[in-house]
Protein backbone atom coordinates (compact mmCIF):
# COMPACT_ATOMS: atom_id res chain seq x y z
CA UNK A 1 0.00 0.00 0.00
CA UNK A 2 2.00 3.23 -0.84
CA UNK A 3 1.78 5.87 1.40
CA UNK A 4 1.14 10.12 0.19
CA UNK A 5 3.36 12.26 1.55
CA UNK A 6 2.66 14.43 4.45
CA UNK A 7 1.28 18.10 3.61
CA UNK A 8 3.21 21.14 5.09
CA UNK A 9 1.52 23.31 7.32
CA UNK A 10 2.69 27.01 8.18
CA UNK A 11 2.19 28.09 11.34
CA UNK A 12 -1.11 30.94 11.55
CA UNK A 13 -2.09 29.91 7.96
CA UNK A 14 -5.61 28.47 7.64
CA UNK A 15 -6.21 25.73 5.00
CA UNK A 16 -9.82 25.92 3.89
CA UNK A 17 -11.54 22.72 2.68
CA UNK A 18 -15.37 21.75 2.21
CA UNK A 19 -17.83 18.84 2.86
CA UNK A 20 -18.22 17.59 -0.97
CA UNK A 21 -21.81 15.91 0.01
CA UNK A 22 -23.28 19.36 0.72
CA UNK A 23 -21.31 20.77 -2.36
CA UNK A 24 -22.65 18.00 -5.50
CA UNK A 25 -22.41 19.68 -8.59
CA UNK A 26 -25.47 19.40 -10.88
CA UNK A 27 -24.54 20.76 -13.66
CA UNK A 28 -20.48 20.11 -13.71
CA UNK A 29 -18.45 16.73 -13.42
CA UNK A 30 -16.85 16.13 -9.87
CA UNK A 31 -13.42 16.83 -10.98
CA UNK A 32 -14.90 20.37 -12.61
CA UNK A 33 -15.77 20.88 -9.07
CA UNK A 34 -12.63 20.01 -7.49
CA UNK A 35 -10.44 22.43 -10.34
CA UNK A 36 -12.49 25.26 -9.78
CA UNK A 37 -12.38 24.70 -6.14
CA UNK A 38 -9.03 24.61 -6.15
CA UNK A 39 -8.46 27.25 -8.32
CA UNK A 40 -10.32 29.65 -5.75
CA UNK A 41 -7.64 28.80 -3.60
CA UNK A 42 -9.37 25.76 -1.47
CA UNK A 43 -6.64 23.67 -0.10
CA UNK A 44 -8.68 20.25 -0.04
CA UNK A 45 -12.53 18.73 0.39
CA UNK A 46 -13.53 16.23 3.12
CA UNK A 47 -15.89 13.61 3.30
CA UNK A 48 -18.62 12.62 5.69
CA UNK A 49 -18.50 8.46 4.99
CA UNK A 50 -16.91 6.00 3.05
CA UNK A 51 -19.13 5.11 0.06
CA UNK A 52 -18.31 2.99 -2.74
CA UNK A 53 -17.33 6.18 -4.51
CA UNK A 54 -15.02 6.96 -2.14
CA UNK A 55 -11.60 6.11 -4.17
CA UNK A 56 -12.97 7.64 -6.86
CA UNK A 57 -13.45 10.81 -4.92
CA UNK A 58 -10.19 10.62 -3.22
CA UNK A 59 -8.17 10.54 -6.33
CA UNK A 60 -10.04 13.20 -8.45
CA UNK A 61 -9.70 15.80 -5.67
CA UNK A 62 -5.92 14.78 -5.32
CA UNK A 63 -5.41 14.95 -9.11
CA UNK A 64 -7.36 18.10 -9.15
CA UNK A 65 -4.73 19.56 -6.70
CA UNK A 66 -6.86 19.43 -3.37
CA UNK A 67 -5.95 17.32 0.14
CA UNK A 68 -8.01 15.59 1.62
CA UNK A 69 -8.66 16.98 4.69
CA UNK A 70 -11.60 14.46 6.82
CA UNK A 71 -13.63 11.54 6.54
CA UNK A 72 -15.59 9.79 9.26
CA UNK A 73 -13.65 7.17 11.33
CA UNK A 74 -15.85 5.42 12.73
CA UNK A 75 -20.09 4.43 12.54
CA UNK A 76 -22.63 6.02 13.35
CA UNK A 77 -23.08 8.92 14.84
CA UNK A 78 -25.61 8.31 17.35
CA UNK A 79 -24.33 4.53 18.65
CA UNK A 80 -20.70 5.94 19.71
CA UNK A 81 -17.93 5.86 21.87
CA UNK A 82 -19.36 6.02 25.43
CA UNK A 83 -20.69 3.00 24.96
CA UNK A 84 -18.79 0.17 25.74
CA UNK A 85 -20.09 -2.73 24.13
CA UNK A 86 -18.82 -0.32 21.14
CA UNK A 87 -15.37 -0.14 21.56
CA UNK A 88 -14.50 -3.32 19.98
CA UNK A 89 -16.33 -2.22 16.78
CA UNK A 90 -15.13 1.01 16.51
CA UNK A 91 -11.40 0.24 17.42
CA UNK A 92 -11.77 -2.05 14.13
CA UNK A 93 -13.28 0.30 12.45
CA UNK A 94 -11.01 2.87 13.15
CA UNK A 95 -7.95 0.43 12.67
CA UNK A 96 -9.30 0.36 9.11
CA UNK A 97 -9.65 4.01 8.18
CA UNK A 98 -6.68 4.88 9.40
CA UNK A 99 -5.29 3.02 6.98
CA UNK A 100 -7.12 4.29 4.02
CA UNK A 101 -6.31 8.17 5.57
CA UNK A 102 -2.46 7.13 5.67
CA UNK A 103 -3.33 6.31 1.80
CA UNK A 104 -4.92 9.37 0.92
CA UNK A 105 -2.67 11.64 3.08
CA UNK A 106 -5.75 12.53 5.48
CA UNK A 107 -5.10 14.90 8.20
CA UNK A 108 -7.63 13.74 10.50
CA UNK A 109 -10.68 10.87 11.04
CA UNK A 110 -13.79 12.17 12.64
CA UNK A 111 -15.31 10.62 16.21
CA UNK A 112 -18.63 10.81 17.49
CA UNK A 113 -19.54 10.08 21.12
CA UNK A 114 -22.84 8.82 20.56
CA UNK A 115 -26.31 9.80 22.32
CA UNK A 116 -26.89 9.79 25.97
CA UNK A 117 -27.36 6.07 27.52
CA UNK A 118 -30.15 5.82 29.43
CA UNK A 119 -28.80 4.86 33.00
CA UNK A 120 -25.25 5.87 32.28
CA UNK A 121 -23.94 9.03 34.11
CA UNK A 122 -22.05 11.86 32.47
CA UNK A 123 -19.00 11.53 34.88
CA UNK A 124 -18.51 7.70 33.00
CA UNK A 125 -19.70 8.88 29.71
CA UNK A 126 -16.72 10.83 29.32
CA UNK A 127 -14.88 7.98 30.73
CA UNK A 128 -15.84 5.49 28.43
CA UNK A 129 -15.28 7.90 25.65
CA UNK A 130 -11.82 8.40 27.20
CA UNK A 131 -11.41 4.84 26.81
CA UNK A 132 -12.41 3.97 23.77
CA UNK A 133 -9.78 6.60 22.60
CA UNK A 134 -7.05 5.37 24.53
CA UNK A 135 -7.46 1.63 22.60
CA UNK A 136 -6.64 3.50 19.89
CA UNK A 137 -4.55 6.68 20.42
CA UNK A 138 -1.83 4.60 19.95
CA UNK A 139 -2.59 3.70 15.96
CA UNK A 140 -2.98 7.00 15.20
CA UNK A 141 0.07 8.29 16.81
CA UNK A 142 2.00 6.09 14.86
CA UNK A 143 0.35 7.37 11.48
CA UNK A 144 0.12 10.99 12.24
CA UNK A 145 -3.32 10.90 11.69
CA UNK A 146 -5.65 12.66 14.21
CA UNK A 147 -8.72 11.43 16.17
CA UNK A 148 -11.09 14.60 16.07
CA UNK A 149 -14.23 13.84 18.43
CA UNK A 150 -17.01 16.05 17.00
CA UNK A 151 -19.21 18.62 18.89
CA UNK A 152 -22.48 19.09 17.70
CA UNK A 153 -25.80 20.66 19.47
CA UNK A 154 -28.40 18.60 21.10
CA UNK A 155 -31.11 21.17 20.89
CA UNK A 156 -31.81 21.83 16.98
CA UNK A 157 -30.02 19.55 14.75
CA UNK A 158 -28.81 15.76 16.96
CA UNK A 159 -30.87 15.56 19.90
CA UNK A 160 -29.48 13.38 22.70
CA UNK A 161 -26.02 13.76 21.29
CA UNK A 162 -23.82 13.65 24.17
CA UNK A 163 -20.66 15.79 23.05
CA UNK A 164 -22.30 18.82 23.02
CA UNK A 165 -19.73 21.49 24.85
CA UNK A 166 -16.49 22.57 24.50
CA UNK A 167 -16.57 21.59 27.90
CA UNK A 168 -16.94 18.20 27.84
CA UNK A 169 -15.07 17.37 25.08
CA UNK A 170 -12.22 18.59 26.37
CA UNK A 171 -12.66 16.72 29.96
CA UNK A 172 -12.14 13.79 27.76
CA UNK A 173 -9.55 15.17 25.56
CA UNK A 174 -7.35 15.68 29.00
CA UNK A 175 -8.32 11.48 30.11
CA UNK A 176 -6.98 10.65 26.83
CA UNK A 177 -3.67 12.46 26.89
CA UNK A 178 -2.80 11.82 23.46
CA UNK A 179 -1.21 14.81 20.75
CA UNK A 180 -3.28 13.00 18.17
CA UNK A 181 -6.92 13.36 19.93
CA UNK A 182 -8.50 16.33 19.28
CA UNK A 183 -11.60 18.31 18.86
CA UNK A 184 -13.86 19.19 16.04
CA UNK A 185 -14.98 22.69 16.96
CA UNK A 186 -18.18 22.93 14.80
CA UNK A 187 -18.78 26.66 14.80
CA UNK A 188 -22.60 26.53 13.89
CA UNK A 189 -23.36 23.71 16.48
CA UNK A 190 -21.30 25.60 18.94
CA UNK A 191 -22.87 29.21 18.45
CA UNK A 192 -26.43 27.61 19.05
CA UNK A 193 -25.05 25.84 21.78
CA UNK A 194 -22.98 28.21 24.09
CA UNK A 195 -21.93 30.67 22.06
CA UNK A 196 -18.75 32.99 23.56
CA UNK A 197 -17.07 31.68 20.24
CA UNK A 198 -13.47 33.13 20.21
CA UNK A 199 -13.01 33.41 23.88
CA UNK A 200 -13.86 29.63 23.58
CA UNK A 201 -11.33 28.75 20.78
CA UNK A 202 -8.64 30.39 21.95
CA UNK A 203 -8.50 28.89 25.39
CA UNK A 204 -8.76 25.51 24.39
CA UNK A 205 -7.00 25.50 20.44
CA UNK A 206 -4.26 22.99 21.65
CA UNK A 207 -7.13 20.40 21.99
CA UNK A 208 -8.87 21.64 18.67
CA UNK A 209 -7.85 19.63 15.51
CA UNK A 210 -10.51 20.61 12.57
CA UNK A 211 -13.08 23.28 12.39
CA UNK A 212 -16.17 23.32 10.60
CA UNK A 213 -18.45 26.01 9.73
CA UNK A 214 -22.33 27.61 8.65
CA UNK A 215 -24.10 30.04 9.01
CA UNK A 216 -26.52 30.23 12.24
CA UNK A 217 -29.63 30.15 11.97
CA UNK A 218 -30.86 28.01 8.90
CA UNK A 219 -26.85 26.21 8.42
CA UNK A 220 -26.25 28.19 5.38
CA UNK A 221 -24.45 30.63 3.83
CA UNK A 222 -21.73 32.44 5.44
CA UNK A 223 -23.39 35.65 4.73
CA UNK A 224 -25.05 38.77 6.28
CA UNK A 225 -28.54 36.99 6.80
CA UNK A 226 -26.54 34.98 9.90
CA UNK A 227 -25.21 36.28 13.21
CA UNK A 228 -22.02 35.37 13.31
CA UNK A 229 -18.94 37.27 12.15
CA UNK A 230 -16.85 34.76 9.96
CA UNK A 231 -14.20 37.03 9.49
CA UNK A 232 -13.66 37.94 13.44
CA UNK A 233 -13.38 34.39 14.02
CA UNK A 234 -11.11 32.94 11.57
CA UNK A 235 -8.68 35.87 12.31
CA UNK A 236 -9.19 34.92 15.68
CA UNK A 237 -7.78 31.38 14.54
CA UNK A 238 -5.05 32.41 12.55
CA UNK A 239 -3.99 34.30 15.35
CA UNK A 240 -3.35 31.51 17.19
CA UNK A 241 -1.51 29.69 15.15
CA UNK A 242 -3.31 27.10 13.99
CA UNK A 243 -2.91 25.59 10.71
CA UNK A 244 -4.98 23.05 10.53
CA UNK A 245 -7.96 22.99 8.11
CA UNK A 246 -11.14 24.96 8.44
CA UNK A 247 -14.64 23.18 6.67
CA UNK A 248 -16.86 24.88 5.22
CA UNK A 249 -20.15 22.41 6.16
CA UNK A 250 -23.14 24.60 5.00
CA UNK A 251 -26.01 24.19 2.58
CA UNK A 252 -25.56 26.87 -0.40
CA UNK A 253 -28.98 29.00 -1.14
CA UNK A 254 -27.55 30.05 -4.81
CA UNK A 255 -24.84 29.20 -7.00
CA UNK A 256 -22.96 26.97 -6.09
CA UNK A 257 -19.24 27.64 -7.08
CA UNK A 258 -19.88 31.47 -6.63
CA UNK A 259 -20.98 30.67 -2.80
CA UNK A 260 -17.80 28.59 -2.13
CA UNK A 261 -15.94 31.68 -3.62
CA UNK A 262 -17.66 33.94 -1.51
CA UNK A 263 -17.08 31.88 1.97
CA UNK A 264 -13.43 31.42 0.81
CA UNK A 265 -13.07 35.07 0.93
CA UNK A 266 -14.47 35.72 4.17
CA UNK A 267 -12.31 33.32 5.94
CA UNK A 268 -9.34 34.15 3.99
CA UNK A 269 -9.46 37.72 4.52
Known amino acids: MSVRPKWRKLAGMIQQSFC ?3 YQPKTMSLRELF ?7 YAATEFW ?7 EWCNTALDAGLKIASFAGHGSLPDGLNKRSNHARIEDELAESIELARKYGVAGLICFSGNVNEGQSDEDAREATAEGFRRVAPMAERAGI ?6 LNSKVDHPGYQCDHTAWGVDVMKRVNSPNVKLLYDIYHMQIMEGDIIRTLRENIAHIGHFHTAGNPGRNDLDDTQEMNYRGICKAI ?12 YRPKGDLIESLRAAFEVCDA
Open 20 to 22: YPL
Open 49 to 55: GRGPEFD
Open 238 to 249: SDTGYSLFLGHE
Open 146 to 151: NLNLEL
Open 35 to 41: QQARQIG
